[in-house]
């Protein structure tokens, strides 16, 4: 990366604004250095990632096994079983299909393949829901397939990572995150959507394009930042292997062909996760270039379309 493509980049982000972009910043680093541009006049500004979260859910994740935690004297893992957590809840989901709900591990989870038929508890599902019941409504909501078998984008799979690790750990989630992750890379100025007693988990996480680089760094890195060992190599590899063959609906420079750990998955290597707003955190480990664009409430299609200089 230099200057001049770089600015090339700002230019046609800028020229999309029009088309309803609301891009607040852009992070290009690579080992020729870090290139920075705030679209606003705040230096920048904290925004909400949206989908991108799931990433960072998972990168805490993965340390907490690193750890040794434990759930009820369950070594967290993959194959950690998650109806046991859940007991009061067992009688929402049909019987017919109560043996996929045993079935459901941390794995499904992390990878949206528990079993639903689609995807659920995104904003619009949330909306006038009542958030202290949101439970019920995930664990209502019927397993049509057996857990590894379909994959179904999700929100509802975080949430219940959520539940988790306040029922069972005594913290919420966003203290958990900056506990194992987040304050080891230095990134203490966040913040969390709550539904009800629980962070959403797979959305609502705000914070800047800067320390969003630096997360994306550490993926770069195996897991690595400034000499320090914060997550397993391993869980990184886990979180950058496709666990399950998909597409995603972008153009060319970014079509995913598999799903990781939070993580899309692209042929040569390269892997991201976005949100709906037009937020994107990118990593080329080919040419060891992490890339940050940061909107508000942008076209998620037009800002990977405006990024293709940056790939």
Request: charged share 20%.
């Amino acid at each position: 990366m230099d200057q001049e493509r770089f600015d090339r980049v700002v230019d046609r982000l800028i020229a999309a604004r029009p088309d309803g972009l609301r891009m607040r910043s852009l992070v290009v680093s690579d080992p020729g250095g870090e290139f920075v541009h705030d679209f606003t006049a705040v230096r920048s500004p904290m925004v909400d990632l949206r989908s991108i979260t799931k990433a960072v859910v998972a990168l805490a994740v993965g340390a907490a096994v690193a750890d040794g935690a434990c759930l009820r004297g369950r070594p967290l893992s993959l194959d950690l079983p998650i109806w046991p957590y859940f007991p009061e809840f067992v009688g929402r989901q049909p019987e017919a299909n109560r043996e996929h709900l045993h079935a459901v591990r941390l794995r499904h989870l992390l990878t949206s393949t528990t079993g639903h038929a689609e995807g659920f508890l995104f904003r619009q599902d949330v909306a006038g829901r009542d958030r202290e019941a949101l439970l019920d409504y995930i664990f209502a909501r019927e397993l049509a397939h057996a857990p590894g078998s379909h994959f179904a984008y999700s929100n509802a799979g975080w949430y219940l990572i959520s539940a988790m690790v306040r029922n069972e750990l005594g913290v919420g989630l966003g203290n958990w995150v900056g506990d194992l992750v987040l304050a080891k890379l230095g990134i203490t100025a966040v913040t969390w959507v709550t539904y009800g007693r629980y962070e959403a988990a797979a959305t609502g996480l705000s914070m800047s394009a800067v320390d969003l680089a630096t997360v994306g760094r550490l993926l770069l890195a195996g897991g690595v930042h400034q000499g320090r060992q914060v997550v397993p190599a391993s869980w990184i590899e886990r979180m950058r292997y496709p666990a399950v063959r998909t597409s995603s609906a972008y153009d060319p420079g970014l079509r995913a062909h598999g799903y990781g750990l939070g993580l899309w998955i692209c042929d040569g290597g390269t892997y991201y996760c976005d949100g709906t707003g037009g937020q994107f955190l990118i990593v080329v480990p080919r040419t060891e270039t992490v890339i940050v664009a940061l909107a508000e409430a942008g076209d998620t299609l037009t800002v990977s379309r405006c990024l293709h200089d940056a790939l």
